[in-house]
């Protein structure tokens, strides 16, 4: 069934404005457009490095927010400005990916298209390009979605998981989803990563351009309308027009959500590569190299009896002492001091920022 | 015994360098230079606030390292210059203070000195005046040397204490040392304080500049012989080639190790005017306002879910999420992030940083 002459194409969803970074991330320069690991490339830039392997960059199509169009021109100047495309409106995944298959429907009749997040983090890029090579190639062979799940390694509640289906893949390692499972508590967790069934979701998909506009057509009939109205359209002088005044009535739903939960047919293809959506500043400790005493350490960092500590440095030396599991994030205008277990209250602080209209620290 | 006509001048010993409040403090500005309540007020400006109540400005004498000099004179202007007085060397408090004794006795005859250390903080200033006022009369009438005792309100083990005879002492609450007490261990400070018969040594003294001449005769002869050449040469035009030549060659030694606990007679009186040494960082926390969560907060400081903290800003918001006894201190080219109980290593930091040739950071 695989069409040896389908392109392959690659689509970096980077419209994301997560605060969960604050104060290195704001909302004119959101995580993906961020050096989170002291190494100088962005998020965005090694997503992109990441999918070249596979796919020449005449071939990836970025989907981000209009306000980020220039941050993605100036980080990935190698991608031609007509693969930038602009979401008018944040409508989550399942819109922002039927805009890039509209075009590339449009453009290449079909092709196979590997769907990536701009801010996850992937430690053995080999590996994780070879799963997302046999995802196309699943996905073109069987005419049917293909969602990358990780091999989880500890019993995390911050992702959602697959179970999938125990049957023998016949040496294909492609596998047959059961169901999608929401975030889970600890002890669920635990019992998910003990029974062998379940994989992380790590947001990464591969289908054809043409099964997700059928998928879409089935699942979200409203979202598909205006889609076929996108792809009409698509590189003619009156795109933008339509894009602005459509894009926005499609509703915001998740492709998960959406689409995949619906699909009676989908497989996954479990990976191992030292995967991490880096959700927010403790996830640093995880994915990025840390001192003897735990310590992650980005910037000019003297320390004293300190460890499991996570330091994201800006222009000014910091001195740490007699510190454990806490959080200081530095930049010019703004300090973040916190504790580990309480990362997820940094929105705490965002929020009472924009309750006192400080929106020039947002 | 009093004499009537004695004058009442005050001594502000401003020559530490004490590093225990880096970042905010550096070599070229210590702490008494530094307004660390956050009202704008230096802590040497307190300190002449706080005997202006008692004594003119002409007759209040500063006692400072001369790197300081200028430091002093911009922020104590109604000192006339004359009554600054240059510490060629770093010679500890006995020098410090028979360097003023010499130059008041060679201007006033003899007069009524109050001595005090120009980085302390008191919370009730007109008791402190009382206090010291008492000290000055009882001086002069006993023509004896007297010690401000502080009333201990909890074993503080970084303190020296004075153990005070318990016979009474007439209603003048003028009593008589038995001995000094070395900074205990929190056991023995703990029986100091239910004792009863212990004060806090507070470093503030009064005596007669004769008194004090004569007792460093008969305890530092090496003192003595060096300041009465520096009594000689005072108001002279050889004044500073002498005072360079000879204040180097005193040695190093406290006026409490060199002199007070020589003398066989000398009186304290007890006084509890919310007096503080502000030691350190931690220190703020008792002697500064603190929010409902007992936060000390000086800047502009956003918190949630956080107690029992210091934070001492610059410029820049500091956010801080569910940290407990942290010490948050933001300066322009520094942050110190330090458990409470870790404060002491301050000073590692700093040697580490004298170590790694960035002395522009000290």
Same mark, same amino acid.
């Given at each position: 069934?695989?069409?040896? !002459?389908?392109? *392959?194409?690659?689509?970096?969803?980077?419209?994301?404005?997560g605060?969960r970074?604050?104060?290195?991330?704001?909302?004119?320069?959101?995580?993906?457009?961020?050096?989170?690991?002291?190494?100088?490339?962005?998020?965005?830039?090694?997503?992109?490095?990441?999918?070249?392997?596979?796919?020449?960059?005449?071939?990836?199509?970025?989907?981000? !927010?209009? $306000?980020?169009?220039?941050?993605?021109?100036?980080?990935?100047? $190698?991608?031609? $400005?007509? #693969? *930038?495309?602009?979401?008018?409106?944040?409508?989550?995944?399942?819109?922002?990916?039927? *805009?890039? /298959?509209?075009?590339?429907?449009?453009?290449?009749?079909?092709?196979?298209?590997?769907?990536?997040?701009? @801010?996850?983090? =992937?430690?053995?890029?080999?590996?994780?390009?070879? =799963?997302?090579?046999? /995802?196309?190639?699943? /996905?073109?062979?069987?005419?049917? +979605?293909?969602?990358?799940?990780?091999?989880?390694?500890?019993?995390?509640?911050g992702?959602?998981?697959?179970?999938?289906?125990?049957?023998?893949?016949?040496?294909?390692?492609?596998?047959?989803?059961?169901?999608?499972?929401?975030?889970?508590?600890?002890?669920?967790?635990? %019992?998910?990563?003990?029974?062998? !069934?379940?994989?992380?979701?790590?947001? +990464?998909?591969?289908?054809?351009?043409?099964?997700?506009?059928?998928?879409?057509?089935?699942?979200?009939?409203?979202?598909?309308?205006?889609?076929?109205? *996108?792809?009409?359209?698509?590189?003619?002088?009156?795109?933008?027009?339509?894009?602005?005044?459509?894009?926005?009535? +499609?509703?915001?739903?998740?492709? @998960?959500?959406?689409?995949?939960?619906? $699909?009676?047919?989908?497989?996954?293809?479990?990976?191992?590569?030292?995967?991490d959506d880096v959700g927010s500043?403790?996830s640093?400790?995880?994915?990025?190299?840390?001192?003897? !005493?735990?310590?992650?350490? @980005?910037?000019? =960092?003297?320390?004293?009896?300190?460890? #499991?500590?996570?330091?994201?440095?800006?222009?000014?030396?910091? /001195?740490?002492?007699?510190?454990?599991?806490?959080?200081?994030?530095?930049?010019? @205008?703004?300090?973040?001091?916190?504790?580990?277990?309480?990362?997820?209250?940094?929105?705490?602080?965002?929020?009472?920022?924009?309750? %006192?209209?400080?929106?020039?620290?947002?």
């Amino acid at each position: 069934m695989q069409n040896p !002459n389908l392109p *392959l194409t690659a689509v970096i969803m980077a419209g994301g404005k997560g605060e969960r970074f604050w104060p290195k991330s704001r909302v004119r320069c959101p995580k993906q457009f961020l050096s989170l690991t002291g190494d100088g490339e962005t998020m965005l830039q090694k997503t992109f490095k990441r999918i070249s392997r596979l796919v020449p960059p005449e071939q990836v199509y970025v989907v981000t !927010n209009g $306000e980020y169009m220039d941050l993605v021109k100036s980080q990935l100047p $190698e991608v031609p $400005e007509s #693969n *930038l495309l602009r979401e008018p409106a944040a409508r989550n995944t399942a819109p922002c990916i039927a *805009l890039a /298959a509209a075009v590339i429907a449009k453009r290449c009749g079909d092709a196979l298209m590997l769907v990536l997040p701009a @801010d996850h983090l =992937v430690r053995h890029e080999p590996i994780c390009a070879d =799963v997302l090579e046999r /995802a196309a190639a699943a /996905a073109a062979e069987k005419d049917a +979605m293909v969602t990358i799940g990780i091999t989880p390694t500890y019993p995390e509640t911050g992702y959602g998981y697959i179970a999938f289906s125990d049957a023998d893949s016949g040496g294909t390692g492609v596998y047959e989803v059961d169901c999608f499972k929401e975030k889970p508590d600890l002890e669920t967790a635990r %019992q998910y990563v003990e029974s062998g !069934n379940y994989l992380w979701n790590s947001g +990464m998909f591969a289908w054809k351009a043409s099964t997700y506009l059928k998928a879409i057509r089935e699942h979200l009939p409203a979202v598909a309308d205006i889609t076929d109205r *996108l792809q009409e359209a698509c590189d003619t002088p009156g795109f933008e027009k339509t894009l602005l005044e459509q894009f926005p009535q +499609m509703p915001s739903i998740s492709v @998960d959500f959406g689409v995949l939960e619906h $699909e009676k047919t989908l497989y996954t293809i479990p990976g191992s590569f030292g995967w991490d959506d880096v959700g927010s500043w403790p996830s640093l400790r995880r994915v990025a190299r840390t001192d003897t !005493n735990g310590n992650y350490r @980005d910037g000019d =960092v003297v320390t004293f009896g300190t460890k #499991n500590c996570v330091f994201s440095g800006g222009k000014r030396l910091i /001195a740490a002492i007699g510190l454990d599991h806490i959080i200081v994030v530095d930049t010019d @205008d703004a300090l973040l001091v916190c504790d580990v277990d309480a990362a997820q209250n940094v929105k705490k602080i965002t929020e009472m920022l924009r309750e %006192q209209g400080r929106g020039e620290l947002l």
